[in-house]
């Protein structure tokens, strides 16, 4: 019995010492000090600077703490020189640590946390909540494991892009994706604002956009085929805009969470709800509709494919360009980053290689081919943007044709965009499909939304941003992109985005030679732990089986693994559940014939931890590849 009691109590001790080692992203360094200390009511946040966004990120953390049962105090001369939060500015530059980089260190006494900028004071705060446990009881002292902290990132660009087109998303509800982005040390918010199926922001020049591109008929379930068109007569009711006070306000609830908002409006194609407003601004001027997810185009393979309904501006008539500056010109105003998205990806050109006045303009102008009058295109958008004070990024198709002097790539078609144009000397954000595309499903299919591709935790926290054949001076960073064709809410966006944005911050602001997989997960589940506490949905996909069928002979096997340690897996084949009185899984097995599924499930210490899978097997053989 007292063995047991003192298993129990060096359990529970080791449980709260990985709480308090559990830091996403890791830290550059950290080193753990044999000493507590002591958070209560009578700790005093003392704030030694002059600078007024150090009050903002203050409060912030104050507020948190509140929630956690916990009320400072906040002053700018300490009072005592034990039991205190001291936020404070190098007197000298470090010049390792940057901008975003910080040292905090915990000892019995005080919580010192030391920066050159304030944007790195806020961020040493986000990893001093991590190190303060969840769900105390209301006024309960809370004890933190001693640490030195010096940290900084890997790359300036950090980003996570949210589409707002496919469905939209309310301010609270964008606050609430910054919110926990910031918290992770994600510092740009990639705004997907326009698109065929909504245009999501208000410019006053071009009320329609607004008025018409913003609404869509309501349609529910799958997009494709099973959506149809609008009918005649049928009101559009689904949709909304931010205005431009909103946005206004969204811009400064990021910046108080040192997150830059790189807006995208996405041109030539993509742009029906546009055309929808405004059609006279496609080559055959035929009204348009907001497409609420039917389909209308057709895709053959290796990022082929044919519009059904134009959704392209035309290129060679001037008042799109006209059109363009009225719409730069109130979004750079708006957004203060130095940066705008101007789209460029998926544009079909069949509408403009039928035109017979584009024909002409282009025998006219030595344009060659289609590609190279999108490049003309974006050359000409690139000097709209940089007239505004601004610098244009696009996706990697801007690359095609020649690609505008000044403009940054963002390569999200594998590396070889982003490889092309930091060859040519310009910047570059990778965000290949392979390892950042967050709408991807995360699981096994039969418990998860089914899509086109898959991409699972372990493979997001192996991609690397910084090519061998590349110099890294152009490499601005990485990004994880979540669109929302299947993700019609904010919870369900969250359980989209996380865990696998905890992998991509890690390999964005970590070194890469501290990047462990083992290491990572153990950390990852801590988190887990913090979601549910938060009432904030994650995905825990990684805790299932990975179930890989396969022909031996005229045998159907099926292999089963999991990436996360000390895991054991429990199966049947023959119809009986629950599963914990199945098999133990030890190695591969012949699924045989007949009227069976197969059931399986992930547990550790006798207890499950995964999802109990369910596959018939006439779905087991379709697996087979």
């Known amino acids: 019995m007292k063995k047991l009691l003192l298993t129990l109590i060096i359990s529970l001790i080791l449980n709260e010492m990985n709480a308090q080692n559990s830091i996403i992203p890791i830290p550059v360094n950290q080193e753990i000090i044999n000493e507590n200390f002591i958070l209560d009511s009578n700790t005093n946040l003392i704030n030694t600077t002059d600078d007024s966004q150090i009050d903002s990120y203050s409060q912030q953390f104050l507020e948190f703490l509140n929630t956690q049962g916990i009320i400072l105090s906040q002053s700018e001369k300490p009072k005592k020189k034990n039991n205190s939060i001291e936020l404070s500015y190098f007197k000298n530059l470090k010049s390792e640590l940057g901008e975003e980089g910080y040292e905090l260190k915990v000892t019995k006494d005080k919580i010192q946390l030391t920066a050159n900028k304030s944007s790195g004071i ?87 956009l607004t008025e018409i ?173 940089s007239s505004k004070g601004k610098k244009m990024i696009g996706w990697d198709e801007i690359l095609e044709g020649g690609l505008a002097d000044g403009a940054a790539v963002m390569s ?38 089914k899509i086109y591709a898959s991409l699972s935790l372990e493979k997001s926290y192996s991609f690397e941003p910084i090519p061998e054949e590349v110099d890294p001076k152009y490499i601005l960073g990485g990004q994880g992109n979540l669109w929302t064709e299947v993700v019609p809410n904010i919870q369900y966006a969250f359980y989209m985005t996380y865990p696998r944005a905890f992998a991509l911050s890690e390999t964005f602001w970590s070194p890469k030679e501290s990047k462990d997989w083992d290491n990572f997960i153990t950390r990852t589940e801590h988190h887990f732990n913090r979601f549910d506490l938060e009432n904030t949905n994650i995905s825990k996909a990684v805790l299932d089986p990975i179930i890989n069928i396969y022909k031996d002979g005229d045998k159907l096997m099926c292999k089963l ?65």
């Open 561 to 625: 693994e999991n990436s996360v340690p000390n895991t054991e897996i429990y199966y049947t084949i023959d119809n009986t559940y629950p599963v914990k009185f199945g098999e133990k899984y030890t190695k591969p097995f012949q699924i045989p014939i007949g009227n069976l599924s197969l059931r399986t499930q992930t547990f550790r210490n006798k207890k499950p931890i995964g999802r109990e899978l369910l596959i018939h097997r006439t779905d087991l053989v379709k697996r087979v590849k």
């Open 122 to 208: 806020f961020n040493g705060l986000q990893t001093l909540r991590q190190l303060i446990p969840l769900n105390n009881k209301q006024g309960e002292a809370i004890e933190i494991q001693g640490y030195k902290i010096v940290d900084y990132p890997r790359f300036a660009w950090r980003g996570l892009m949210l589409d707002v087109s496919r469905h939209f998303f309310s301010v609270e509800e964008v606050k609430a994706y910054l919110d926990k982005m910031s918290q992770y040390k994600l510092n740009v918010f990639h705004w997907h604002l326009t698109d065929d199926q909504g245009w999501r922001i208000e410019i006053k020049s071009l009320p329609r």
């Open 412 to 449: 999200w078609r594998g590396m070889k965009g982003g490889i092309e144009a930091a060859k040519m000397g310009h910047k570059v954000v990778m965000s290949p499909t392979t390892y950042a595309y967050l709408d991807y499903t995360q699981g096994d299919s039969s418990v998860e939304n």
């Open 213 to 385: 591109g913003a609404w869509r008929v309501e349609r529910h379930g799958r997009f494709g085929t099973e959506r149809t068109p609008p009918k005649k007569g049928e009101k559009a009711t689904y949709g909304g805009f931010y205005t431009q006070e909103q946005i206004k306000d969204i811009v400064k609830y990021a910046a108080d969470r040192n997150i830059t908002i790189v807006p995208e409006i996405d041109i030539p194609g993509h742009s029906m709800a546009a055309l929808a407003a405004y059609p006279d601004l496609s080559t055959k001027k035929e009204p348009k509709y907001v497409a609420p997810g039917s389909k209308f185009s057709e895709w053959y393979g290796d990022g082929k494919f044919k519009m059904l309904i134009e959704n392209t501006v035309n290129p060679i008539d001037e008042k799109v360009y006209e059109f363009i500056d009225k719409v730069f010109t109130e979004v750079a105003e708006l957004f203060p980053g130095q940066y705008i998205h101007m789209g460029g990806d998926e544009a079909y050109h069949g509408y403009w290689e039928e035109d017979s006045d584009v024909q002409k303009f282009m025998l006219k102008n030595n344009i060659k081919d289609s590609h190279e009058l999108q490049s003309y295109f974006v050359k000409r958008v690139e000097k709209i943007i």
